[in-house]
């Protein structure tokens, strides 16, 4: 499985960007694939994630209802969507996916659970 993340960049808060992962090798139903971040100082944390099928969804805390996660199945891609940013968004924003599957939001946000990382993309806003 290979992953690569694009998008990042430098907005001003309130702003939007879009972030898009690239997988390939990615076969079985349920497999998600998610993003994590990483602020300068700060351990990686769990962002939002979405499994294959898109039958399960979960968000953080501090980003559900500004983040929307989404899967072009032609490009085989998993974006997301970052609407309403703040400064507190700024990080190193990494992809990642994970082979097995779990009926709870604590599988899912365990980054010790993922498989597979692409290389960060960096978020900068601004304020």
């Known amino acids: 499985v290979q992953l690569q993340a694009s998008g990042g960049g430098l907005v001003q808060a309130g702003g939007s960007l879009r972030l898009s992962c690239a997988a390939s090798?990615?076969?079985?139903?349920?497999?998600?694939v998610g993003w994590f971040r990483q602020a300068p100082g700060k351990e990686r944390e769990f962002v939002a994630t979405?499994?294959?099928?898109?039958?399960?969804?979960y968000y953080s805390k501090s980003v559900a209802g500004r983040f929307t996660l989404s899967r072009d199945v032609v490009k085989n891609t998993v974006a997301l969507q970052m609407n309403s940013l703040k400064p507190e968004d700024t990080a190193v924003y990494y992809c990642?996916?994970?082979?097995?599957?779990?009926?709870?939001?604590?599988?899912?946000?365990?980054?010790?659970?993922?498989?597979?990382w692409g290389q960060g993309t960096q978020v900068t806003v601004s304020s």
């Open positions: 990642a996916a994970v082979r097995g599957s779990s009926d709870t939001y604590a599988y899912y946000t365990a980054a010790r659970n993922y498989d597979y």
């Open positions: 090798g990615l076969t079985f139903s349920g497999n998600a």
């Open positions: 979405r499994t294959w099928n898109g039958l399960k969804q």
